[in-house]
């Protein structure tokens, strides 16, 4: 058996668990909307899901450590649990179907599992060494997903947050420049964008202002994918706000073009 099956399996039934509370408030007319400290909105669905995911966490893997959006760290030990429990929670609340439940596992400060799943799109992924990457799609039908093999920047699509906060991290001309070498951008954002890369529809991925927790489950897709994840001018690291993933071959050229 792959050493984190039953790891991934249970990061599965945290998604399953997450879908259902979530998807209860999704749309609803009484969703209690809250605005934290950094200006960015917390709705009642994302307290009650990260709760959930914390009570379930704390009865089965009660030696590990857990870092959730909402409600911080608990503990300190070599696994850890990364919960996003509403990733995009700005379309939640305006009905947009494009958020997702991110979980993941990291061992040594490194995101090993991950499991994405985003209930409205009928969407699920999912990642684990010696398990590689996978998907289930609308219709219920699992299958394996891999990176595209463009090689060129001129036959690229990338993906990008939004403008407004390229423009705050002084990035908003390099990207315009990248535009101009590239096939197509587009504005897919959060989550998806990633599992777009992981399934070989978008090339290159770059966001700024993230968090560990927006980051965490996306890396083990994208990577058993076979796509590369870092930060946009270096390694990866908890402290990373400006991230690049890529698959593969594109890396070096699209990490010229925004660090060089």
């Known amino acids: 058996m792959p050493e984190y099956a039953d790891d991934l399996a249970l990061a599965l039934r945290l998604a399953d668990e997450a879908d ?14 809250e605005t934290k400290p950094d200006a960015s909105p917390v709705t009642d669905a994302d307290k009650a ?5 914390r009570e379930i966490l704390a009865a089965e893997r009660p030696d590990d450590a857990l870092i959730g959006e909402e409600m911080g760290v608990a503990g300190s030990a070599k696994r850890t649990w990364i919960i996003d429990p509403i990733d995009g929670t700005a379309n939640f609340m305006r009905g947009v179907p494009v958020w997702a439940a991110l979980i993941s596992l990291a061992v040594d ?8 799943s985003a209930p409205a799109l009928g969407r699920r992924w999912w ?5 590689g990457a996978h998907t289930r799609d609308v219709d219920g039908t699992e299958r394996a997903i891999r990176v595209s093999k463009v090689a060129d920047l001129a036959h690229a699509s990338l993906s990008y947050n939004n403008l407004q906060l390229w ?33 070989g529809a978008v090339d290159i991925v770059a ?7 927006d980051i965490a489950a996306l890396v083990p897709v994208v990577e058993q994918a076979g796509g590369r994840f870092s930060a946009i001018d270096g390694p990866l690291n908890a402290e990373t706000s400006s991230v690049l993933a890529t ?8 990490t010229e073009e925004f660090s060089g």
Do not use: C
């Open 127 to 131: 990642a684990a060494p010696e398990i």
């Open 207 to 213: 966001e700024h202002d993230l968090k560990i927790y």
């Open 167 to 199: 423009d705050q991290a002084g990035y908003l001309n390099k990207l315009i420049a990248i535009s101009r070498k590239i096939w197509r951008t587009r504005a897919y954002g959060d989550f998806y964008s990633y599992m777009l890369l992981a399934e």
């Open 20 to 33: 259902r509370i979530a998807l209860q408030r999704f749309r609803s007319q009484d969703l209690v909307v």
């Open 109 to 116: 400060g490194k995101p090993t599992v991950g499991v994405v």
């Open 247 to 254: 698959n593969g071959p594109l890396h070096a050229s699209a």
């Open 49 to 53: 899901v990260e709760a959930r995911i």
